[in-house]
Each structure stands twice: as C-alpha cells, then as structure tokens.
C-alpha cells in the first residue's frame, strides 16, 4: 500500500505528546489514588482527606485564598482594563504593555524582589496569610486584566448608545449592558486566576515563609514523604473540582472558549 | 408659536481628519419627515448623531423646541435613534430590548397623603404598565409572538422591527433613524419603507432619516435635504428636488438625468446639442450654463418632427420603459420611453420648456493660489508644474541664470513669489500612475455631461480640487496624478510684484 500524506497525521507528535505526557500519568496518578501502599484497592485515601486536621486546614486556606486573590484581582483588573479598552486613551496600548512586562521577568526572581521589600517594610513577620495574597494578586493581575480588556475592546459601542438614547445614563448604561456584555471575560478571568491561585505554593513558600499550607504545598509534602497515594488523592480532588468549576462557569461551551482563546 | 421642533444653527464638526460637517443650517418642523440624503461621507450620520447627542458640535447650537440642547446628554433627550446596524442588546430578550427604556424612564404621579395634602414623586412605570406598552409596540411592529424570543434568533427584518418597537415605545418626539432598511434585501426595504411611512402617520412624530438611497428618500420624505462634503446642497420636497436639482450634484444624485453643456443666446432661450430652445429659467445672456433634462420628459419623434435629429445608439429593456441612448453629434441623450425604436434608427427628440432645467456652471476654471519656486516651476495643490513665467510681466525674458528680465531692463528673481494660478477644466491631463503626473490625489466625484464626465480629483493633504472635463471614464476613489501643459497654466501675481534685486 502506498503511504498517503493526509492533513490529520500532523497531528500525530502532538498526540504522541498527549500520550506520553498527559494521559498516562494521568492514568498512573488514578492508579495511586485509588490503591494503597501494598498496591490493593481503597477509597482510603479520599475519606481520610476530610478526617485529617491538616488536609482540611490546606482545603480551607486554599480555597479562601483563591477566592480572596480572585476577588481582588477582579476590583483591580475591571476598571483598568476598562480605562484601557474603552475610554479611547491615545496610548492605551502602551499602558497595557506595561501591565503585562511583569509577566516576561522570571516569576521567582519577581516574588524574591517582592520579599526584600516586604522584608524592608517590616511587614515581612507579620502575616503568611495577607502576604501570599498581595503575592498571589501581584502575579495573577495580568490574567484577569487580559480577558476583560479583549471582551471590552471588542464590544460593540452602538450597545452603549442605544442605551444612553433609550434614557440610561452612564452608571445605569455600565451596569446594564457594560458589565453583562463583559460576563464572558470576567469569567475566563476568574478561572485563569482562581485555579492557580488555589496551587502555586511557591508563592506562600516564599512570601508566607512556609507557615501556611496550602493545597499545592500538602499535595508536595506527601510526595516528598514518599506517600504517593495520598498526593495522588488530593491531586484528583483538587482536578475534579476545577472539573466542575470551569463546567459551572460555562468554560466547555464554545463562546467562553472562544473569548478565553483570545484572552489567552 | 412656530412649528420647529429643531433647529441647527451654525452647527459644525471637525475631526482631526477633517471637517464632517461644515456650518449648517437647517430647521426640522414638527410631525415632518425629513431625509437627509447624501453619498458616504457627505456628513449626514454625523449630524443625526449630533442631534441624538453622541457627538458635540465643534461650534453652532442645537436648538429643541426653541432650548439649547447643544451640550445635553442623549440620555436627557426626547430623542431616539433606531441604529444602522441595530445595537439590540444581545443579552436580553425581545421584550426586554423593547422595555429597556421604559424602566429607565420616571413619571410624575400625584398622591395625596393622610393630611390630604398633594405631593408630586418621580416614580417608575409599574411593570403592568410596561407589559402593555411593549406589547402594543410589538403588535405594530408585527411581532406580537416574539416576546419572550432571543434576538440573536432573530432574521434581520425582524431584529430590523425590534429596533424599531425599541424606539417608538418610548414615545419620543423625535425619532432618528440611521439607514435602518440597509441591511435588508431589496423586496423586504420596499416593504418597510412603506411601513415605516404608515407608522409615521400613525404616530404622529418627527421621522428624521438618514440615507444614502435616493429612491427612498423620494418614496418616504415630506422633505428631503441633500448634503455633500459637509453642506447642505438643496432643502425641498421630493418633487423640488427632483423637477428643480440646484445643481449639477444634486441632478445627477437624484435620479437619473442627462446634464449638457449650453449657452444662453438669447431671453428665456438656451442653446444646446445645436439647437436653440426656449426654458423658463431667466439668466443672463451669454452665460455658460448646465442644462439637465430628465430621461423621461425627453420625447422621440420621427425623424424631422422633433426639434433636434439623431440616431439611436442602443436600447435596453428595463421593465416599464425602455432606456435609449440618443446621439447627436458626439452628445449622448439618455430617453425613456415605453415605445421602443431599434439601434441604429434615426429620430428626433422633442423637450417641453418647463422640462429644461438651467443651473449656473458650477465650476468654470480651478483658481489656486500658490507660489514659484527656485526652478521658477509652480507649487500650488501639492504639486510643483512647469510653467511660462514670463506671462507675468508682459514683455518679460528669462536669462540663463533663471531672473527675469522686464521690458524696462530690470533683473527679477521670482522665489517665492506669490500667485493666482487658473486652469481650464479640459487643459488638465489625468495619468493612471500617481507618480508621472505633477500632482497627484483621488477621484472623489464623476458626473456624466452628455458628452464627456466632469471629474474631480482631490489631492490628500490639503484637499485641493482639480476639476477636469475629459472623454475618458475612470472610477470613483482612483488614485490618479494631473499634468497640466506648462502653456496651458494661467498666472497671475497675487501681490503687486516679486521680490526686487
């Protein structure tokens, strides 16, 4: 038979890729999920997430700082990325680059910087808590401010308008067309900056100075441990729960994809 | 009490581009329909959106009701606008898109309290007052299903009539409709022109419509204004300004017509095509003036009978009538008529006086001002020319060095001198290739005159004009370049002299 050059075998190294390096371990992490040390079959290690002190604490903090990094990210982001895409400043992209150079210096070096300076205001000892969430909200920014300046650049201004001409006026206009309008944006936001938030234990390591834990960091110790079943538990949790996250968010239909492939 | 509803006083636009509109006047009485009718680009959008309030005039006043609401928010103005391309709310339904603006809106309502005193409160529309004003809306609109419908769902017509129920629920005073029909195909625009012509006499307010359509501008206005390059052309009803187009612009926008060259010979007598015929228009004699007949008041007769003989160059079948095209001479005619005479056949044509229609020549040279240069060629347009210097001394010769020498001995150097420069409209060569000509712009207007096109090429900086009469067609929005003979160049001295040595 002759071998037939066909569009779809260029996708064949990406599949090879995928394979090798997303669905096999994916597999493999399955696997120790559900086994014990001994290699037979449990559900152990998910019960004893939500009865260890620990575990739960890891949830707790995990979660409140995502949501907190999330929700401060959003307050700061919208009204910048507003002020860039829509009030027609004459160098709006200039200022934009400047909210997104941070991202190109190496994200170690940046949190180190971030340190000495919280170091030299004194306010290094003070809270692991409040100084991974200034971290966090300094190293997400730039993801939330992205899909909310695309979503309002491409908005269509005749929308603003007609709502002004139908007798809104500007707070009303951006509360009831702006905002809405923007919906896909803000949620591609929020889960670009929720779902790291919830892991990157680099950030409390360095800035909260190892005294909080959170999910990434509990996930790291058990495997540091040699406990790679519950690493591998927790690790699925934590998969299933952006799972559901992003379905809720309507991150699967094809516009919010679309609006996140741009932000992106 | 005067009827004018609005009034726009001077009013002006300037962008950095350019001037969109430029020192208007125009007064809108109440109840009209008025069109405003232009090409792309003549400034009609941009006056719509000023009188809506989207853009603020650079200078003048926009008067309603006899008020300045020149500075006024649309949100604070009787006014609404049914858009060009719609800008319905694609995150509401079709009744929330027609609500809109009633939940925005604040009534006056009278209570009386437990003392019996009477007091005044803005309230909001109760919801069942809403519903009934929506629903009556979308019953005009022929949508009364529709309600609870998607918009993105929804064929144009019909997001066409969303936009509208929108917009009249509302009850506004005026309503602004930016070429509501354009998006739609041809059958479904006759239709609504039709129904938005029903539904002005319905309402009883004032339709001000933007087009650039000029059928439909005739079909539906009480008044029709038409605009270019930021002015108003000619004000008037439909008929006005179809049977008495002011100028050569408004002639050939307006419909079909046939626009000659001619001379007036003698009182309430015109010449043109060779023959002398008698108009009702008075002008004084010997001017060089236009003449546009309409293709339908053009009569074919038997060859002899008429007034002037022909030949018919080609005939195409058009529905109703038959397009003809008459020669005489090198002079084109186009007829209409529902009789048809084969290509080739002779005839005659025969025009009733009250159908010739006389307009001053718009354009009878192009005046430029501008200067000599070191090389003694003339800059002015954004060109630099060859040109005959000495035609501005009588007498005058150049030396080898370049000065002029007068008559009385004396040595002239012309840099930088001052002057009028004039070009007849057939002394100007149009080139394809911007970069062989002198000066270089964009065609930005063609009208046929029986015999040849009149062009108007417009350079891109300093938007000078050169208008050209030629027998060869180009396209509108060409690039082309200009070359005009160095003998061909007027010259005139702007101030008394040059500069003395």
Redesign the interface.
Known sequence: MKLRFARKHLCIPYALFLALFVIAPILIMLYYAFTDSEGGFTLMNFASIFSDITALSAVLSSVSIALLTTAICLIIGYPVAYILARSGLKHGKTLLLLFITPMWINFVMRLNALKEFFALINILDKSAYFNTVIGMVYDFLPFMILPLYTTLIKM?N??I?????????KI??FV??VI??S?PGVISGITMVFMPSMTNYVISDILGRSHITILGKLIENYFMQNNWNMGAAISMMLLAVMFVFTWLTGGFNDDAANAKGVGL | MDDKIIQLIGVSREYNTGIAVDNINLYVKKGEFITLLGPSGCGKTTTLRMIAGFEVPSSGQILLNGEDITKIPPYERPINTVFQRYALFPHLNVFDNIAYGLRQKRVTAVYENNKGERIEKKVKLTRKEIEEKVSKALKMVDLEEFEKRNVTTLSGGQQQRVAIARAIVNEPEILLLDEPLGALDLKMRKDMQLELKEMHKKLGITFIYVTHDQEEALTMSDTIVVMKDGTIQQIGTPMSIYNEPKNSFVADFIGESNICSGTIVGDKKVKFINHVFDCVDDFPLNEKVDVVVRPEDVFLMDEGKGQVNGVIASSIFKGVHYEMAFMVGKTEIIIQDTIERKEGERASIYIKPEDIHIMAKEFVSNRYEGYINKRNRVCFAEGEFDCDVTKLYPGSTLDEEGYLVLTTGEKLDLTNTEVIVEVGLKDIEIIDNDEDGDACGSIVSIIYKGDHYQIIIRTDEEEEDFVVDTEYVWNENDRVSVKIPPEKIGLKLKVAEGTRR
């Open positions: 269509d005749s929308l308008e007609a709502s002004q001409d139908l007798g809104a006026n009303k206009t009831n067309v809405p309008q919906m």
